[in-house]
């Protein structure tokens, strides 16, 4: 339990040895569930709970803060990592009502079959007084469930955003004190989980832009005592700009994909773009989904698998597609030794992307002069597009 302010407290739990999220995400720095406590002269509030694996450091907590009720719990988001201990919280205090919008209302009940009488449903806008404090819900659709909102501690000016401005960063400092460490998790995050969806976050961010905030208190990671760090960062990776930089992925299986890899990267060095090369055999998906933030583009690099992408490629090409970076272009690279439709299929995973596509460049077993002369002019073509 940490104290944020006079009767708010931070008593979520902090996983230092998650490494994993959704079975998917990597977590190099574990990751915080952040639930508060915000004590009223007449009502207490609970803000979120935590992933059910940690109920009990969420009770322990709750019991230590020396509350003897919850009137009400504020579910800002329904996937579990926040509100997965809901159920136990009620049975431990039956009488707390669980506020929430009509979209987040349903979602709880589908997903954790809490009764429909437990529920107070709350408007955009709407405001709930605990007495000497005001809660204000703030509809912040989008990030990244549709149902998400934001709480603001009116008295305090505390802004509660959930997912929103988040971080995976088990840490025991409870407020930022290394920004660029929080930067960087901090991208990481809006790389994985946020990036589909920079229209929402533009409109979310335009929403509060008017409230005066002395802190961001997210779910996940580190409080902002300094707000203008998180939200400059987030207007910088929403905004249509893109830094002077390729990511060129590949995987290679005898080497001339390899070979191929190389030489574009030498020739685009030379041209002084900045390059970030992956082998994406064992990447770490985070890392590559951060470069995808603010890259101008993307080179995708194959062999040929039985007639088609390897899957690691299909991989990153299905990556790409899904998290909808802002890239300008995209280009295949690679080789095949009898045929093969290892472009059309790479292409085909990246249906969503209305990025430029460059002409691919495929050599038939070893790269030979021809195919550098073709990456020599890729790499003129891409250098022509950093220009503009
Ligand atoms: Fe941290 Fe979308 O849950």
């Known amino acids: 339990m940490r104290q944020v302010r006079p009767n708010i407290l931070e008593v979520g739990a902090i996983d230092w040895d998650r490494k994993l999220f959704d079975e998917l995400i990597p977590l190099p720095d574990g990751t915080s569930y952040n639930a508060y406590i915000v004590k009223g002269s007449e009502k207490i509030a609970l803000i979120d709970t935590v992933d059910p694996p940690k109920i009990e450091t969420l009770i322990t907590n709750i019991v230590e803060s020396g509350i003897k009720k919850i009137d009400y719990l504020i579910s800002h988001h329904a996937e579990q990592d926040h509100s997965g201990s809901i ?25 954790m079959g809490i009764s429909k009488d437990k529920f107070i449903t709350i408007e955009d806008g709407q405001e709930l007084s605990l007495g000497d404090k005001t809660l204000k819900f703030i509809f912040t659709p989008w990030v990244h469930w549709p149902e998400t909102f934001s709480t603001y501690l009116v008295e305090d000016k505390i802004l509660f955003s959930c997912d929103f401005f988040g971080s995976h960063l088990a840490s025991s400092d409870l407020f930022v004190i290394d ?22 976050i533009v409109k979310n961010l335009e929403k509060i832009k008017d409230l005066d905030i ?19 960062a987030y207007k910088k990776w929403i905004s249509d700009e893109v830094e ?96 093969g439709r290892m472009v059309e299929q790479l292409k085909g995973l990246l249906a969503n992307s209305s990025a430029e596509i460059l002409e691919p460049i ?27």
């Not at 920004?179 to 229209?199: C, D, L, T």
Request: proline letters at 5%; aromatic letters at 8%; a positive charge.
């Open 179 to 200: 920004q660029a460490k929080v930067y960087e998790s901090a991208k990481r995050y809006y790389a994985e989980i946020m990036m589909p969806f920079r229209g929402p």
């Open 362 to 388: 495929i050599a038939k077993g070893e790269p030979k002069s021809e195919d550098f002369q073709k990456l020599d002019k890729l790499a003129e073509e891409i250098a022509k597009r950093h220009k503009k």
């Open 214 to 232: 002395a802190i961001i208190a997210p779910s996940h990671g580190q409080l902002y005592d300094e707000p203008k760090f998180i939200i400059d």
């Open 87 to 111: 159920p136990n919280v009620l049975e431990i205090y039956p009488d707390a009502k669980v506020v929430t919008n009509e979209k987040c209302k349903n979602m709880l009940i589908d997903l």
């Open 244 to 339: 002077n930089k390729v990511i060129v992925a590949y995987v290679s299986m005898h080497g001339s994909t390899k070979k191929m890899v190389e030489y574009l990267v030498d020739a685009l060095i030379k041209r002084n773009i900045g390059v970030k090369q992956f082998n994406l055999i064992g990447v770490d998906i985070g890392k590559l989904a951060i470069e995808m933030v603010d890259a101008a583009g993307i080179v995708l690099a194959s062999p040929t698998v039985l007639s088609g992408a390897h899957p690691a490629a299909a991989q990153a090409a299905f990556l790409v597609n899904a998290l909808r970076p802002k890239t300008k272009y995209l280009a295949v690279i690679g080789s095949f030794g009898w045929g």
